[in-house]
């Protein structure tokens, strides 16, 4: 995903609740479709061989290699992955992950697409940030569990979480209208993925307004902040449960000015007990990503 014109192309599509913006993720089951499809292999992507250290995060595939909307990846540093989401709930496959040399070899346990299979992707770390692989197929195919991935589909990665310089490329997911947050605005309104503009924050905020917020990759295993989000006029204010590795309970993060505009939403810190290194304005990018 590139930026353009210097804007943002918006990519995805997210729903508007009540008199104010509301952003919900769009829903639908866009997996590929069932059935194998017998492919004969290229040539793999060139790059430095990944390792686990590199691997180690969260990221989103860059749009200009993926489909509609964009799938994530997280990698471990006990060798789990998980694509689509990084939860349980919300992931097409997750289970255990090897590499031998360019190749990353997974197996299947569980995720949406009902697989146990092993299959291979091959490629390399590009560039800091930038990860290129390619579907080899399964042990007996190309596709995976319920999925197909052709073999050789490309996917192209850029990673959110810890913080690299290929995330500067991220651009918003889209949704209708702008305007300032009101009271209006719910918590479930803005359920899904965010990342804090030029920085390895990422945030998931659920319907019922829980969120987690972590930048080192570990949102989903031991985030660094989890609570609850309360939305008032022009306002957000997240309170920590305690839940969090780095954060105590009670400590308030507030995003005032808070307006949607240009795919994001934009305001100034005005408090930040935890001390997350987050001061005047900020961008809450709306990442549209393929979840289970």
Excluded: N
């Excluded at 180690?56 to 489909?67: A, C, S």
């Excluded at 998980?82 to 496959?93: A, H």
């Excluded at 889209?174 to 993925?193: K, N, R």
């Excluded at 240009?262 to 900020?282: F, H, K, P, T």
């Amino acid at each position: 995903m590139t930026k353009r014109g210097g804007g943002y192309v918006l990519v995805a599509v997210v729903v508007v609740a009540g008199a104010a913006i509301g952003i919900a993720a769009l829903r639908g089951d866009d997996r590929p479709p069932a059935g194998p499809r017998p492919e004969t292999p290229g040539p793999s992507p060139v790059g430095a061989p990944p390792t686990v250290e590199s691997l180690r995060g969260i990221w989103l595939e860059d749009g200009e290699t993926g489909g509609a909307r964009p799938l994530m990846a997280r990698f471990s540093a006990d060798s789990t992955f998980f694509l689509g989401g990084v939860f349980d709930t919300d992931s097409w496959i997750h289970g255990t992950y090897e590499i031998e040399g360019p190749a990353i070899r997974f197996t299947a346990t569980g995720g949406s697409c009902g697989s146990r299979d092993v299959f291979t992707w091959s490629g390399g770390i590009v560039s800091e940030g930038r990860l290129e692989l390619e579907h080899r197929g399964t042990e007996g195919g190309s596709g995976v569990g319920v999925c197909t991935f052709p073999i050789g589909k490309p996917f192209h990665f850029l990673r959110l979480s810890p913080m690299s310089p290929a995330a500067a490329d991220i651009e918003p997911g889209f949704y209708i209208g702008s305007g300032p947050i009101t009271g209006e605005t719910e918590p479930a309104d803005l359920e899904g993925y965010w990342l804090v503009e030029g920085t390895g924050h990422l945030l998931r905020v659920d319907f019922a307004g829980g969120y987690r917020m972590d930048d080192d990759g570990a949102l989903a295993e031991a985030p660094r902040d989890a609570g609850s989000l309360q939305v008032g006029p022009r306002t957000l204010t997240f309170t920590s449960g305690g839940g969090g590795a780095g954060c105590a309970e009670g400590d308030v993060l507030v995003v005032a000015k808070a307006r949607a505009e240009d795919g994001a939403i934009r305001g100034v810190v005005s408090r930040d007990d935890c001390g997350r290194g987050l001061e005047g304005a900020v961008t809450l990018l709306f990442l549209e990503v393929r979840t289970a």
